[in-house]
């Protein structure tokens, strides 16, 4: 399975401020996916990230809210724009193995905190 | 659309005893099923999945899962549990049959697993 790693593992930030969150996989993989997990739910699709073409976004989701980067196939950036308490959620990143395509592997995510 | 359900928030169970944790789908083609496992302040692992093949499917840490395609089921199965596999389990489906989104992973609520020494 790939190794990912999250930055920053938490954060506590301000209402209204932004928060840019990276995530960066050991190997080259196609597509790359953000998750949002509010407290005690679920994981929930923000988007899909392919290298060299704009972001896939679920419904609910906008690109002015979640701006996403993915420069290169080992790296992509996740960003949390004027937040708000209601945006308080770990954020994952997960890849698409290309070896093993059917099966996602997760990050360690980002635990992020809007007071 | 694709939809998990897993109907137990909680379960409860003495180490050393069977364990099972329910998990229920809905996709309109043949389903890709997957078992996570979130720990504490950790992000998720891969346990198990059914792509294809035998309905008995064996994965990590002596857990099993069996796809029964009648009942739409795919529960997570391990004969004697340990105090250790206390976490947050986690049912997902992915239906690789529609155009847009194929890769996508529907999750379940979730169910929290508590071995009881």
């Known amino acids: 399975s790939a190794v990912i790693s999250q930055k920053p593992s938490r954060d506590i930030c301000q209402r209204g401020t932004s928060l840019t969150i990276q995530c960066q996989v050991d190997?080259?993989?196609?597509?790359m996916f953000w998750y949002r997990q509010q407290p005690g739910q679920s994981l929930t699709l923000i988007a899909t990230a392919n290298q060299g073409s704009e972001a896939t976004y679920e419904s609910g989701f906008v690109i002015d809210k979640f701006p996403i980067s993915r420069p290169n196939l080992t790296f992509s950036t996740l960003t949390v724009s004027n937040m708000s308490p209601e945006d308080s959620s770990i954020y994952l990143c997960?890849?698409?193995?290309?070896?093993?395509?059917?099966?996602?592997?997760f990050g360690p995510g980002t635990r992020l905190t809007v007071l | 659309a694709q939809s998990v359900a897993q109907p137990e928030d909680q379960v409860n169970v003495a180490e050393g005893n069977p364990l099972t944790v329910k998990c229920t789908y809905s996709v309109s083609g043949n389903p890709y099923l997957f078992w996570y496992v979130q720990y504490p302040n950790r992000g998720l692992q891969f346990l198990l999945k059914y792509i294809t093949g035998d309905n008995l499917v064996k994965g990590s840490y002596g857990f099993e899962a069996e796809f029964n395609k009648s009942q739409t089921s795919f529960h997570l199965k391990k004969p004697s549990a340990l105090v250790s596999d206390s976490a947050l389990y986690f049912c997902?489906?992915?239906?690789?049959?529609?155009?847009?989104?194929?890769?996508?992973?529907?999750f379940g609520q979730g169910t929290r697993l508590t071995i009881n020494p």
């Open positions: 997902a489906v992915r239906d690789p049959t529609i155009i847009q989104g194929a890769q996508k992973l529907v």
């Open positions: 997960s890849v698409d193995h290309d070896r093993s395509r059917d099966t996602q592997y």
């Open positions: 190997s080259q993989v196609t597509m």
